[in-house]
């Protein structure tokens, strides 16, 4: 957004909050920033659902919400997110149903990888080193109440990156039943099991030389902790815990002049970020003053954006397929032929930028099936793909990536498939136009030998023809793209045919 006034709000897991701004020549001004408390995350985390009394008591805050959007002539100029503990209450969706029907405001669940990656890139915008931390190793952790989120970025790859639930109000409900005087020794036995997970889940731990926090937790270190500049030391921090371990959250509250909330979560926080920097082996954490209102505000303005995220997405299907030992010559082969017959067909296809996206990622990881068995691999080839993820690419990207792996095969019949007929037509139609063109290119190299170094497309009276370039005729390649070039003309309703041009050598 240039000018105007935008709109955010959080229903969050220990607060709603809404953020007010103007922007003035992409410049952005807070006009007012409100917080509400409300525990939500209690109900949810604990209970698995919100009580009917913080369904009401939700639908008043946003209700005065709503007033403001009328006092500021706001409308349609903002976003109403959800975080865990909506997303993970059993009744979210009455929650949001009464929330729109009483208030008129439209709340969205985000979804873990969005919230993560919008969090990240806020804190990418604010802190000044951060790009240089990315290419040596960072760790980069979003703990909030419900969950925490994880980002092993190196370089432009993400090696690593999770939501779990080891959120600080919830690990406190899970344990509301312990003595307050042994709590701190749940809390570490738990935080043991979350960092044995890390460790034995993502192997490039030891490529981390920078830990950078984010998240709800961070307000409450900066209100105890005071910290001169951007950054936190372990010493410190240990200092901290080992002084209000032991202590009730009366105590806590009393001997640091902190609320309740605060003075509850902060032996589980403490010892999270501890046991994260002893993983990392680093004495120093970094961390933004960023709020996660202003980080949405910003991002869904267009203020903050990703650069060259389609680039980095690639990179990653890349890393990520060579996990499973895929034949990364012929996986190559495929995605470029695939570029190049969608780019030639553009008139014929009217498919977008993002759809040639999609295309190449499904060119990458088709056969990444075959690391577990040759039987069916495109079955085994869906799952991998579908358990793909990438902060900035939402699952239904994904959703899509994987359907196309999984119906890449003439075996599979889509018209059957559960998972291709449930979709909206829309949906069956952009899959089913990346299928005949995935088709096509993985003919193009059936052999695994990458006999065609080159193609070229051009028309006739007959159709379109794919002139093949090799320095040996390719036998086997020209055989099965008379299999495959069957769904080209059911969707397309014009044939491709197959030229060979044999080079001298």
């Not at 957004?1 to 229903?11: D, P, R």
């Not at 909030?144 to 919830?170: E, Q, T, V, Y």
Request: glycine content about 4%; overall charge positive.
């Amino acid at each position: 957004m240039k000018n105007g006034i935008f709109a955010t709000i959080n229903v969050g897991a220990s607060a709603l909050r809404m953020q007010i701004s103007e922007f003035i020549d992409h410049k952005e001004r807070t006009l007012e920033y409100l917080i509400k408390p409300l525990k939500l995350g209690r109900d949810t985390f604990s209970k698995g659902y919100i009580t009917l009394e913080n369904v009401h008591n939700a639908t008043e805050i946003l209700g005065n919400f709503s007033d403001k959007f009328k006092e500021y002539n706001i409308k349609n100029n903002y976003k109403a997110i959800c975080t865990s503990s909506v997303r993970d209450a059993e009744n979210k969706y009455f929650f949001i149903d009464h929330v729109r029907i009483k208030t008129g405001i439209n709340l969205e669940i985000i979804d873990e990888t969005d919230e993560l990656f919008i969090k990240s890139l806020g804190v990418k915008n604010d802190i000044k080193d951060f790009q240089k931390m990315e290419e040596k190793g960072l760790l980069f952790i979003n703990l909030a109440s419900g969950n925490i989120g994880i980002n092993l970025i190196r370089k432009d790859l993400r090696l690593f990156s999770a939501a779990l639930p080891f959120g600080s109000l919830r690990i406190c409900e899970l344990f509301k039943g312990v003595n307050e005087d042994l709590k701190y020794r749940a809390y570490e036995q738990y935080i043991h099991k979350m960092r044995h997970h890390i460790e034995t889940t993502c192997r490039k731990i030891d490529s981390v030389k920078y830990l950078v926090g984010s998240g709800s937790s961070i307000n409450l270190i900066i209100e105890v902790m005071k910290p001169p500049d951007f950054s936190i030391d372990k010493h410190s921090i240990k200092k901290l815990y080992d002084k209000t371990k032991r202590l009730t959250t009366a105590e806590i509250a009393e001997q640091l002049n902190i609320n309740s909330y605060y003075a509850e979560i902060l032996k589980p926080t403490l010892y999270v970020y501890l046991s994260l920097m002893d993983l990392v082996k680093t004495d120093v954490i970094y961390f933004s003053k960023q709020s996660f209102p202003n980080q949405l505000t910003l991002y869904y303005t267009k203020n903050i954006k990703e650069k060259n995220l389609n680039r980095k997405f690639i990179s990653n299907i890349k890393n990520y397929a060579l996990r499973y030992e895929t034949d990364e010559k012929h996986a190559n082969q495929v995605a470029k032929f695939s570029k190049k017959i969608f780019n030639k067909l553009k008139p014929l296809h009217s498919l977008k930028s993002k759809d040639l996206l999609i295309l190449e990622a499904a060119a990458l990881l088709h056969d990444v099936g075959y690391f577990i068995g040759i039987n069916n691999h495109q079955e085994h080839s869906y799952y991998i793909a579908h358990a793909f993820s990438m902060p900035g690419f939402d699952a239904e990207t994904i959703d899509i990536i994987s359907i196309i792996v999984l119906l890449h095969r003439d075996k599979h019949h889509l018209t059957f498939d559960p998972r291709f007929t449930s979709l909206p037509i829309e949906k069956k139609l952009l899959i089913r136009k990346l299928i005949a063109l995935l088709k096509i290119a993985d003919a193009l190299d059936a052999s695994h030998m990458q006999l065609i170094r080159d193609i070229d497309i051009g028309t006739s009276s007959d159709g379109i023809i794919l002139t093949a370039k090799a320095f040996k005729k390719p036998f086997f390649e020209e055989i099965v793209f008379y299999r495959k070039n069957r769904d080209f003309l059911e969707i397309y309703g014009v044939p491709i045919n197959f030229k060979l041009d044999l080079l001298n050598v």
